[in-house]
């Protein structure tokens, strides 16, 4: 979350929507009483970042609704590195992204 909200600042979004299958951070970042989870830091960075947005919204959704989502994120965790790929797409991907729509 911390990185997606960091991309759209500095892409200079003022509205977005933010999806994600963690419930426990969805429920922190829409929480008005103070979260004392062990992830409070990165709550707090997020709440931080989220204050520059004039319209910001907050969705759960399932894994298995978003593989695309769960995919890339695993992919970020396993490299340890966070990259835009602006104009394509991973292979890894594709697979994902034609299960994810027959979905819909």
């Known amino acids: 979350m911390r990185n997606g909200l960091y991309l ?3 892409i200079g ?14 429920e922190a970042m ?4 103070d979260y ?5 830091a990165m709550v707090l960075e ?5 204050m520059d947005f004039t319209k910001i919204y907050y969705k759960h959704c399932f894994r298995e609704a978003n593989q695309v989502a769960d995919s ?7 490299s340890q590195s ?5 104009n ?9 992204l034609v299960n994810d729509m027959t979905i819909l």
């Open 36 to 40: 004392l989870g062990a992830d409070l």
């Open 72 to 78: 890339l994120a695993r992919h970020s965790f396993d």
């Open 46 to 50: 997020c709440k931080q970042m989220a």
């Open 8 to 10: 759209a600042t500095n």
């Open 13 to 26: 979004y003022s509205s977005v929507e933010i999806e994600s299958d963690c419930m426990a951070m969805m």
């Open 88 to 96: 394509s797409t991973r292979d890894f991907i594709y697979l994902l």
């Open 82 to 86: 966070s990259r835009l790929w602006e």
């Open 30 to 33: 829409q929480s008005m009483d």
